[in-house]
């Protein structure tokens, strides 16, 4: 009885100096060592919590994830009442950025150490990752998810009485594809190119002559550049035959003219966000929106556009001669 005493006592001390060894090689950063010693002491006793405890620290250290949950896990099982286990836990399934799986791992920590401020301080850490998560995947959503007709209905509603619906329809087409396009080309560059794009006739236009789209990044420069570019334009929306035409220019980009800056009943009333303009041009419609845009979470996204007075804001005069509402 005395030997089986003897051999119990050597087991546990060979098993606490295998412990401690790879707490040192833990503290040195020396991970991997750490987590050898800890197996090795589970070999000599695979029901002590703390050994799974203390690899479960060493894996996720070494990002080895799955092993380092399974062994938080097989310490929740030895020992479910130790604030440990699931303190282990949670911290790993903050590694897997799964911050609602981690807040409640946290929360059964804190039930069995209520005093515990380590733990409360990763439950408010968790708290703010899974709200910021959660954003994160709202503003993603939105930047792919871009759809501008939602936001026209009263538009396609004014072209309807103003205009037959094969016109409505190309033209407000048009216009949702130009506008879809800056967006999508501002969330991945921060940016769109000052052009107009025409709408051509598809039997007047001729193809080989006329590009469907003409850049107008010198235009804004000074009031010299912005007169001389509005001829050139008219007579490129005559010649080609175009049936409507859509500017995109960035706001930060214009020197001429800063329509941002009027006063009286041309006063500014969109703060002073960046962003982009869009004047759509018909000949029986004008309309004007600015797009803001912001950066949230790092990342670049455009709000909702805002509806201008083109009467007060116009970036350009009228391109197409007034063309009287259908009958």
């Known amino acids: ?31 991997l060592k750490a987590a050898a010693l800890y197996t090795q002491a589970i070999k000599q006793d695979p029901q002590n919590p703390t050994l799974y405890s203390n690899r479960a620290a060493a894996f ?3 990002v080895k994830l799955s092993k380092a949950l399974a062994d938080a896990e097989t310490t929740i099982t030895l020992n479910p009442k130790w604030e440990k286990g699931y303190f282990r836990k949670g911290c790993i399934l903050e590694a897997m950025e799964q911050y609602d799986d981690a807040l409640t791992a946290f929360q059964t920590a804190l039930q069995y150490n209520p005093k515990s401020v380590e733990v409360s301080r990763k439950m408010k850490k968790i708290s703010q990752l899974a709200r910021d998560k959660k954003r994160a995947e709202e503003v993603e959503k939105m ?16 072209m309807s009485r103003k205009c037959g619906s094969e016109e409505r329809d190309d033209a407000f087409s048009f216009l949702v594809e ?11 560059t921060s940016k769109v190119e000052a052009r107009v794009y025409f709408l051509l006739d598809k039997v007047k236009t001729d193809t080989e002559k006329y590009a469907p789209a003409v850049n107008i990044d010198k235009a804004f420069e000074s009031p010299d550049t912005h007169r001389n ?15 409507a035409a859509c500017l995109v220019t960035p706001k930060s980009i214009m020197s001429y003219p800063q329509v941002w800056k009027g006063q009286g009943s041309r006063k500014w009333k969109h703060g002073q ?32 556009p805002e509806d201008l007075d083109i009467s007060a804001h116009e970036l350009i005069p009228r391109l197409f001669k007034e063309k009287s509402s259908k009958s």
Request: charged fraction near 30%.
């Open 1 to 31: 009885m005395a030997e089986a005493e003897g051999g119990s006592d050597k087991k546990a001390s060979g098993v606490e100096s295998l412990k401690d060894k790879g707490n040192e090689q833990f503290k040195a950063g020396n991970f």
């Open 60 to 62: 996720l250290q070494l």
């Open 143 to 158: 930047r792919s998810n871009v759809d501008l007709a939602k936001h026209l209905d009263e538009l396609k509603s004014e």
């Open 178 to 188: 130009t506008m879809e396009a800056a967006v999508k080309s501002w969330h991945e």
């Open 229 to 243: 570019c509005f001829p050139f334009l008219r007579q490129y929306a005559e010649d080609s035959f175009s049936r």
């Open 273 to 304: 966000q960046d962003g982009f303009f869009v004047q759509f041009e018909a000949p029986f419609l004008r309309k004007l929106w600015f797009i803001p845009s912001s950066t949230e979470l790092g990342q670049t996204l455009c709000r909702d």
